[in-house]
């Protein structure tokens, strides 16, 4: 079936940088784009950008560039979010979400379970 | 960027009950609507696209309809299972963005 693992947690330092993984399985990779979302505590969805894996073309939230890079592992099925100089506004739980692979369809059909990050010294 | 206006933050409500939860669009999105459940510690999931397609496995006590630039996802009959907050979200940008959510809570 149509999976996307994440790993459950990271713990990091203010000021560093974390790289985190949605690894696909059950569809084709490069068939369909990957986004990520974020969400704070007790917060709303925040959309983060997308990646299109097939030539790794990227799409940013205005507010998240320079924060997020968005890369992705083609012989491993991998997408990638990286987040720099971390600060506590990053701690939150980062979702990877597969989208649809029509025009019509655009909407995020499958989801990870999320990999909550604690910016903490 | 389309912002998304979820009007009610929370609702109060009893099993059993009728629930409408509205979105507001600050433009025409062509339908490009989707709603999604989001249950405490778990990611959302995808209930209805295009603003009135149910997403196979999902209880026919839930609906969605609109056009232009409202939308509204309703449940007859409230199940204990479907309480959670609930978000829409348009993608007719590219700049997808999300309604604020609106908790559902019991009486």
């Known amino acids: ?121 | 960027d389309i912002q998304m206006t979820q009007s009610s933050s929370s609702f109060s409500v009893s099993l059993g009950d009728r629930v409408t939860i509205t979105c507001k669009a600050s433009e025409d999105i062509y339908n490009r609507l989707a709603w999604y459940q989001q249950k405490p510690g778990n990611a959302p999931r995808l209930l209805i696209s295009g603003a009135t397609s149910l997403e196979t496995g999902v209880p026919s006590r839930f609906s969605g309809s609109g056009s232009g630039k409202d939308y509204t996802l309703s449940i007859t009959s409230l199940q204990t299972e479907d309480v959670a907050t609930y978000y829409c979200q348009q993608y007719w940008s590219t700049m997808y963005t999300f309604g604020g959510g609106t908790k559902l809570e019991i009486k």
């Open chain 1, 1 to 121: 079936q149509v999976q996307l693992q994440q790993p459950g947690a990271e713990l990091v330092k203010p000021g560093a940088s974390v790289k985190l993984s949605c690894k696909a399985s059950g569809y084709t990779f490069t068939s369909y784009w990957m986004h990520w979302v974020k969400q704070r505590p007790g917060q709303g969805l925040e959309w983060i950008g997308e990646i299109d894996p097939s030539d790794s073309y990227t799409n940013y939230n205005q507010k998240f560039k320079g924060k997020a890079t968005l890369t992705v592992d083609k012989s491993s099925s991998t997408a990638y979010m990286q987040l720099s100089s971390l600060t506590s506004e990053d701690s939150a739980v980062y979702y990877c979400a597969r989208r649809g692979a029509q025009r019509a369809d655009w909407y995020f059909d499958v989801w990870g379970a999320g990999t909550t990050v604690t910016v903490s010294s």
